[in-house]
């Protein structure tokens, strides 16, 4: 069992209903069948939201570093020495400090190699800001400890997945951020993590457009002519298998995103709201482009249901076998990269074969 993925999780802000999800998503004792989970906060602070939830035969081992951590146990590491006083519902700079102290020491390990994969429960966008942390959000603070010249904010479900070129910036910002360069290299992470991490052969992808109805052929504005289009061709001439720009706005409500196996979304809440409505219960952010595999629910702290117990956990348990299954998946290229010269195969086409098998 040396091989099991080992899963880091940030906890998110104490005072909102990340540990509850977590601590419903371990106590399925299935879970850890497929992963050896390792937490990042304090067994103070996990008791007082198991006491809320009555889950009185969990417990968490509790382990020095995640070397220590023990497979078939939802293991977890205290991060911090003092008591934390929790209010539950409540946005103020105790949640903050501590969901980036957990935030901070699941990376550490996570960029020294010590965990396979990220789990992050919820932040307060707001509260979370520090001298240490002066960023948007999770990706951001993520690209940089990563190195990585660019990220996708990948949103992924059974039924639909969905990128955004822009992400967590003012809506008065997004026309004149959005490039020709920058819509093909999303299209080249989109494309490249259809291919390596679900293990899509040939991916199609959707891109839609910025203005109503894809401009009307320029009478609501030029991006789509100017930007969005040459973009497509010069992603298409590239060998990535992309059509558009197509109007947002019946796209989804025609069923159209049906038809393939990505949508590109010019800004976040044009791709996000629709992913939400089809697949909220279900829906997964993960994180393309980084040198490691980041995964988390698509909700927020929801401080309105803290402590109330009901959190649904769907979407934590989804980021859970979502990172586990991206990783195995990394996995099975790597060994398939070595043996290429062995086996002779093309390894996108193997791989493809090897999916389609499963299925």
Known sequence: MS????????IGDVNGIGLEVILKTLAESKILDYCTPIVYGHTKVASFHRKALH????????????????????????????????????????????AFISLQKATDDLVRGAIDALVTAPINKNNIQSEDFKFPGHTEYLQERSGSNDVLMFLISDLLR??????????????????????????????????????????????????????????????????????????FDKGIICFGPYPADGFFGNGTYKQFDAVLAMYHDQGLI????????????????????????????????????QADPTSFMEALFAAIHIVNNKREQESLLRNQLRTGGKIVETAGDIKDDAN
């Open 162 to 235: 969905v990128g955004v070129v822009t992400g967590h910036i003012p809506v008065t910002e997004v026309a004149k951020s959005i490039t020709k360069e920058k819509i093909v290299k999303k299209l080249q992470l989109i494309n490249e993590s259809l291919k390596k991490d679900f293990w899509i052969e040939k991916p199609k992808i959707a891109v839609l457009g910025l203005n109503p109805h894809a401009s009307d052929n320029g009478l609501l504005g030029d991006e789509e002519a100017t930007v969005i289009a040459p973009a497509i061709q010069e992603a």
């Open 3 to 10: 091989n099991k993925v080992k899963i880091g999780i940030s």
């Open 274 to 309: 629709p992913f939400k409505t089809i697949a909220f219960e279900t829906g997964v952010n993960y994180t393309a482009g980084l040198k490691f595999v980041r995964t988390s629910p698509d909700h927020g702290t929801g401080y309105g249901i803290a402590g109330k117990n």
């Open 55 to 98: 889950l009185s035969d969990f417990m968490f081992n509790v382990i020095p570093n995640a070397e220590a951590a023990v497979a078939h146990k939802a293991n977890m590491i205290n991060c911090w020495e003092e008591d934390v006083k929790i209010e539950l519902g409540e946005a103020n700079e105790i949640g903050g400090k501590y």
